[in-house]
């Protein structure tokens, strides 16, 4: 598992960045990491022309810059050293990847803004681009983690997602949920009863779950959570249950397998990463 030492901050003026400063500030000091970029594109070529006369003569970088580093200062706590990176590219999502490789980031933190509610296509480019863990903050989101659950389908990839929940449990005592959820394939559904069909799931479901955490050498309690996903998508039920239970934070891995009751096949992540999240979500690379 990958040590957070520097994180990116993707900002971009509108409310929701109080609360990025904010849960950024947290996370940060939780985990030592060493520093923090907040990131800010300046789009001038969305400027309307209606304005361009009166905003030929002013210094936008700086201006912008300024008020940045004075929201930050009031709002980052944090005892982790900032920089404040303001550029213009027409292309958001390629300018915070060659940030990324700059300066060796490991964790990108970005607003949560499902597609319709502001920049969500630009949050799915950066599933797709970014090499580093990416963790997406509601705007409900507070900075503390007392409930973690971590996503599985028992696979390789899927190790990541709950060695980052054990490290953050470490650091916080939090309760830790190993969730699962699984659906019947569709194919099978006409020549199959539900009521009996559930059961053997689920004690199948278990004895992979025994079997994951012993790999992982995981002794402690760890609640195991198996939901039928039923009528709804795995990522639907996922979120309406982790919202039930007062999750405060999400770990799911970019990729899984593709076995028949499978939670984290990347498709189910992408998904989740799109929906309009209960919890922050951090997802493992």
Known sequence: MTEVKNILVALDLTNIDDTLINYTSFISELLGAEKVYFVHNIKKYEISEL??????????DKIIGDELDEKITSTFKSNTPWEVLISEDPYTESLINYISHKYSIDLAILGNKPSGKGSGVVSSKLLRMLKCDLLSIPPTARPEINNIWIGTDFSKP????????????????????LVH????PVQFTPYLVKEEVAPKIETHVREKAAKFLKKLNY???SDLKIYPGRDASVGEKLLVEAKRDKADMIILSDKGSNAVS??????????????????????TK
């Open 158 to 177: 899927s190790q990541e997602a709950f060695q980052r929940g054990v490290k953050l449990k470490e650091l916080t005592s939090a309760n830790i949920n």
């Open 262 to 283: 499978a939670l984290m096949v990347g498709s189910v992540t992408d998904e989740v990463f799109n929906q309009e999240l209960p919890a922050p979500l951090w997802i």
């Open 219 to 221: 002794k402690k309690e």
């Open 51 to 60: 304005f361009k006369e009166e905003l030929k003569d002013l210094n936008l």
């Open 181 to 184: 959820v699984f659906n019947v």
